[in-house]
């Protein structure tokens, strides 16, 4: 092999080196069997999550995986694998995979990595389940106006009764 084959496959283990390092959360994926349509639509709907997915050869996978400290995926990396990084929500490339999965069949969570600990497929399903920042932030805000809320109502209970009394 010629030593610009090899700095060439270096290259690209280093590049998926750095993604490792920088992505939140990792999911592996099967996607044998979807359409050239479906894996579009998938990358779209991750991109828009601000997600990343590349189809990489496993080789490089398990090399990179190891440099990057992650022991345990080199199962994962077996058969036609896709990865998704997620740099912004450690819950996005979950939540879209886990709901593309629903409507097509044929692809399925291998495993992955959630905040640099190797994960199940369990743990990845559970992850998927969590809502959105936006909906985290609006059952946070919900919690913290109850006490307020609730004064509120009571204020307005006592001075209505007082109405009652003095009429």
């Known amino acids: 092999m010629s030593k610009e084959v090899i ?6 283990v ?16 099967d996607y044998r069997g979807l359409t050239v349509e479906e ?26 995986a190891d440099k990057a400290g992650y022991e345990g995926l080199d199962e994962v990396f077996a058969g036609p694998t896709a990865v998704a990084f997620g740099s912004e929500d ?11 999965a629903e409507d097509n069949e044929a692809l399925s969570i291998k495993g992955g990595v959630i905040e640099g600990k190797v994960s199940s497929i369990e743990d990845i399903n559970a992850l998927s389940k969590l809502p959105d920042r936006d909906g985290l ?4 805000l919900s919690v913290l106006q109850a006490p307020v809320r609730n004064v509120a109502y009571a204020v307005k209970a006592v001075a209505d009764n007082k109405d009652e009394d003095a009429a």
């Open 14 to 29: 280093d590049s998926v080196v750095e993604k490792f390092n920088n992505a939140s959360s990792i999911v592996v994926v």
């Open 39 to 64: 894996v579009t639509d998938l990358r779209k709907q991750l991109r828009d999550s601000g997600v990343e997915m590349r189809v990489v050869k496993n080789t490089f996978l398990k090399r990179a």
């Open 7 to 12: 700095a060439k496959k270096a290259e690209i």
């Open 90 to 100: 450690v819950a996005a490339p979950a939540r879209v995979i886990a709901k593309f």
């Open 137 to 140: 932030l609006s059952m946070l």
